[in-house]
């Protein structure tokens, strides 16, 4: 099993829709976890941190579910400028964020 | 302004042949990392350092070398020994204080092609 494992992609969804992908993570002593966006042959952008308590900023929110072991990210109201490949990164031992594949999302008019 | 720079953004190399890749940072971050990212895939960690003159293995080291010889810079070498070094090499970096990682910031990444 991946440390750390996305939604196989790709997304296709209308403008004006609503999204969700997932990320599960197999080190229960994990503690900080984010969600990345990256757009074509560029590098990933820091999307959100995922907070315990959950987290929301504009149409996007992040949710954390420790038992469950995942966390998940839901945009609202897609728009074409959402298009992107998005990676979950989950904190591992020494230091290090564990990626996930991505899971890339095609946003259409 | 602060930020992470990566240079050169494409390097075209003969097999055969080392190459270094620049990573500066003046975020005053302490620890730096390198990863590789193959078309349709995800990160994977290569090196990092946590402090000057320290650095560990990550996941897929074999091939390659870093220094950390000052906090702003960490230099990557793909070595000929790198069976498959032609990737998309992104440089990051983070502060870390006391047990907890922040979120890491990347540079824009250096595209190898090495034919």
């Known amino acids: 099993r991946k440390e750390v494992e996305q939604d196989p992609g790709p997304f296709n969804v209308p403008e004006g829709a609503t999204v969700a992908f997932n990320c599960t993570y197999s080190n229960s002593a994990s503690q900080s976890f984010f969600w990345y966006r990256q757009d074509c042959r560029k590098e990933p952008k820091l999307l959100m941190s995922v907070y315990s308590s959950g987290n929301e900023d504009g149409r996007f929110t992040a949710q954390l579910n420790r038992a469950s072991q995942y966390i998940s990210l839901l945009i609202r109201d897609s728009k074409l400028s959402d298009s992107a490949t998005y990676l979950c990164a989950v904190n591992y031992r020494g230091g290090k964020l564990i990626f996930g594949q991505g899971t890339e999302l095609s946003v259409k008019p | 302004d602060g930020g992470i720079t990566q240079s050169p953004k494409y390097l075209f190399r003969k097999e055969g042949q080392n190459v270094t890749l620049s990573c500066e940072q003046n975020l005053n971050h302490d620890a730096m990392y390198w990863y590789r990212q193959d078309p349709g895939q995800g990160l994977r960690l290569i090196y990092y350092s946590q402090i000057v003159n320290d650095f560990q293995k990550g996941d897929i080291a074999e091939g390659y070398s870093v220094s950390r010889e000052k906090k702003e810079s960490f230099p990557l070498t793909v070595t000929s020994a790198q069976k498959n070094p032609t990737a998309f090499y992104l440089c990051?970096?983070?502060?870390?204080?006391?047990?907890?990682?922040?979120?890491?910031?990347f540079g824009p990444g250096t595209r190898l092609t090495v034919t």
């Open positions: 990051a970096s983070t502060q870390l204080p006391g047990q907890d990682i922040h979120e890491q910031y």
